[in-house]
């Protein structure tokens, strides 16, 4: 129970102070300490806070410690990325995270912070109406390494829009149009290598090279790097390979080499 409450609580200083609650446990007498801690030690503290380690939950603890990467702005530089090597290192003698990724504000297209006054704020919603959510997830995604300032406005979603989001889709439209002319089933075919034409042996080279590279490339982390592989990978697809293998698709019947075209081409889209 509470003594010397008042009827309006305040829990801030000096007020706090002369609230005091009996325990009802063993009666005694709870109050503030005196002492008053940064409050992002609680953050930085969260690596076993979250478990209420070391009081209990040591195997989840030690299940989830350290931490595979974190992620948060770089303004977290002298506040929970601090605080969370500090705590971890003084108490554990090691990292609390094995990758830091930092991400760069968000900024208007001139390069000033966007604010409210200024006017130069963007409602995201405007964004995901209008491009849509893959879009605005393929621009950050691609534009700049995420530590970096991004300069934001929507002109550069648009172009991420029609270049690669719009080359995508036509590039399967494509493939669906003639499948769905031919009633063709991929489940009913496979590719035969034997027969493959240095076409089909480029793009699928390519695509392998692709895989290896972006597979390595978020094994480290590196979000811009394999993003901008993808890119040029769908260039090549839809500019190289779609375009010059057009006759194939338009040949009459199913042969073989109309087989291999269509395989080819929806393993790699």
Same mark, same amino acid.
């Given at each position: 129970?509470?003594?010397?409450?008042?009827?309006?609580?305040?829990?801030? +200083?000096?007020?706090?102070?002369?609230?005091?609650?009996?325990?009802?446990?063993?009666?005694?007498?709870?109050?503030?300490?005196?002492?008053?801690?940064?409050?992002?030690?609680?953050?930085?503290?969260?690596? =076993?806070?979250?478990? &209420?380690?070391?009081?209990?939950?040591?195997?989840?603890?030690?299940?989830?410690? #350290?931490?595979?990467? @974190?992620?948060?702005?770089?303004?977290?530089?002298?506040? /929970?990325?601090?605080?969370?090597?500090?705590?971890?290192?003084? @108490?554990?003698? %090691?990292?609390?995270?094995?990758?830091?990724?930092?991400?760069? &504000?968000?900024?208007?297209?001139?390069?000033?912070?966007?604010?409210? &006054?200024?006017?130069?704020?963007?409602?995201? /919603?405007?964004?995901?109406?209008?491009?849509?959510?893959?879009?605005?997830?393929?621009?950050?995604?691609?534009?700049?390494?995420?530590?970096? #300032?991004?300069?934001?406005?929507?002109? #550069?979603?648009?172009?991420?829009?029609? +270049?690669?989001?719009?080359? !995508?889709?036509?590039?399967?439209?494509?493939?669906?149009?003639?499948?769905?002319?031919?009633? =063709?089933? #991929?489940? +009913? &075919?496979?590719?035969?290598?034997?027969?493959?034409?240095?076409?089909? %042996?480029?793009?699928?080279?390519?695509?392998?090279?692709?895989?290896?590279?972006?597979?390595?490339? !978020?094994?480290?982390?590196?979000?811009?790097?394999?993003?901008?592989?993808?890119?040029?990978?769908?260039?090549? !697809?839809?500019?190289?390979?779609?375009?010059?293998?057009?006759? %194939?698709?338009?040949?009459?019947?199913?042969?073989?080499?109309?087989?291999?075209?269509?395989?080819? !081409? @929806?393993?790699?889209?």
């Amino acid at each position: 129970m509470a003594v010397n409450m008042p009827d309006t609580l305040e829990l801030h +200083k000096p007020y706090v102070d002369n609230v005091f609650i009996k325990c009802a446990e063993c009666g005694g007498e709870m109050k503030r300490v005196p002492e008053v801690i940064d409050c992002w030690f609680d953050s930085g503290a969260m690596p =076993f806070a979250q478990w &209420h380690y070391p009081f209990e939950n040591e195997d989840i603890f030690k299940e989830h410690f #350290p931490a595979n990467f @974190i992620s948060e702005a770089v303004d977290q530089t002298r506040g /929970w990325f601090y605080t969370l090597m500090a705590i971890s290192t003084l @108490i554990f003698d %090691r990292s609390p995270f094995e990758n830091c990724i930092v991400l760069g &504000h968000v900024q208007d297209k001139d390069g000033q912070k966007m604010s409210k &006054h200024k006017g130069n704020v963007i409602d995201p /919603w405007d964004i995901l109406n209008k491009q849509g959510a893959d879009a605005l997830r393929w621009y950050f995604y691609s534009s700049s390494a995420p530590w970096l #300032p991004n300069r934001f406005s929507d002109e #550069p979603v648009d172009e991420t829009q029609r +270049k690669f989001m719009g080359t !995508l889709w036509n590039t399967y439209a494509f493939y669906i149009l003639y499948a769905n002319i031919d009633s =063709f089933d #991929p489940t +009913k &075919h496979t590719l035969n290598y034997d027969d493959l034409k240095p076409m089909d %042996r480029w793009v699928l080279s390519k695509l392998n090279t692709l895989v290896d590279f972006v597979g390595d490339c !978020l094994e480290n982390y590196k979000l811009t790097e394999s993003s901008r592989a993808i890119e040029d990978f769908l260039d090549d !697809l839809s500019n190289w390979y779609v375009r010059r293998s057009r006759e %194939r698709f338009w040949a009459p019947g199913l042969e073989s080499d109309k087989i291999n075209a269509y395989m080819t !081409l @929806i393993y790699c889209a």
